[in-house]
């Protein structure tokens, strides 16, 4: 869970850079605090989803924890793609994806 958040305090505080998404004329602002609740949410998700898919006996577990967690990667990286933010935000964003892969 710190990944992103210590990914937000380099670019935004230190580096001066404010991250947004604008969605036509307004501009959405990202905070620390949006950054470490999705996080939170996707590193509890991450660590439940194979918890209980182990304890209903779902053959496979591992293996379809490893298909649901590569899509839901996939998908979080589809915002970076779009037209809404700057390449600094769009690079702080897919930074901040690296990081929660590896906790």
């Known amino acids: ?7 937000w305090l380099v670019a935004d505080p230190l580096l001066e850079h404010r991250l947004r998404i604008a969605d036509g004329e307004q501009a959405l602002g990202i905070g620390a605090v949006p950054v470490a609740v999705v996080a939170l949410l996707v590193s509890l998700a991450g660590w439940g989803l194979p918890a209980a898919l182990e304890r209903f006996g779902v053959r496979r577990a591992r293996a379809m924890w490893t298909g649901v967690a590569g899509v ?3 998908v979080s990286f589809l915002p970076s793609i779009g037209d809404g933010m700057d390449g600094g935000t769009r690079v702080s964003r897919t930074r901040q994806r690296g990081g929660l892969r590896g906790e």
């Open 72 to 74: 839901v990667l996939a």
């Open 1 to 7: 869970m710190s990944a992103p958040v210590l990914v």
